[in-house]
């Protein structure tokens, strides 16, 4: 049996949109043991809706890596273990797909690599923002290019003195319906403010210029568009930054909000977000989390 420990991600943080990504220390577990045929148990977020079924991400991914390899597949005893909210902004279905894989890919003993890995997930997820941070580790922009079918990667460094506080109300947003809220175009204006604002990132976290982060984690193409699923969503940022935070985004398509603070700020920073979502009348919980600098784990 091989087990795998597949992390949660953060995409976008602000003006990176389908570019940026941030691993964090809280993991989905794939338990992967060849089988005649395929049985799927589970436990955690969402296990009644995952036992038994066939046609899961983790389990195309797994196919994926015999196909890919010319290995015969016949079918795979699966455990799951989802320890990552599942409301959605938190990379849950890239937890998956990199579990999936990287457990095939390890039985069979690493045909692929990390980087080829990453070809394959981005295929399956269709965006490479949330896979690539859960098979790197870190902070990562990632450029697809579809004519080779490579991808780059850049390892972002991540200030240490930074802690991730995540404020996750109890609200459902699908991926689909947040980008079908964003425009096939955008103005020249949006385009050059949010290509600004993520050079300024990413130049902050390679110089260690936290002080930067309020400024440069600004966005104009999809957070707007996409806060009017989130109730408070405003609010929520406004009070983050009124206790301290030096950074606050959506996560992915949300509705989980991601603020990096310092370290004495934390319970502060995640009781004032859980604060303004009740005010907009939506329970909410936060969590402090690490940020996972190495990808994946095998067990």
Known sequence: MVTVMAPATSANLGPGFDFLGLALELY?????????EWTVTAEGYGAEQLVGRKDLLVCQAIERVYAESGHPFRGGKVHLENRIPEVGGLGSSASAIVGGLVAANSYLGEPFSKEQLLVLATEIEGHPDNVAPAIFGGLVGVLPESATGRHTVLEIPFPEELHVVLGIPQLRVATKEARQLLPAQVTMEEAIFNLAHTGVLVGACFSNRTELLRLAMRDKLHQDRRSVLIPGFHSVLAEAYRQGAMGVALSGSGPTIIAFCPSERQQAVGEGMVAAFAAHNLKAQWLSVAV???????L
């Open 28 to 36: 989905n577990f794939v338990h992967f043991t060849p089988a005649n």
């Open 292 to 298: 996972n600098r190495e990808g994946y784990r095998v």
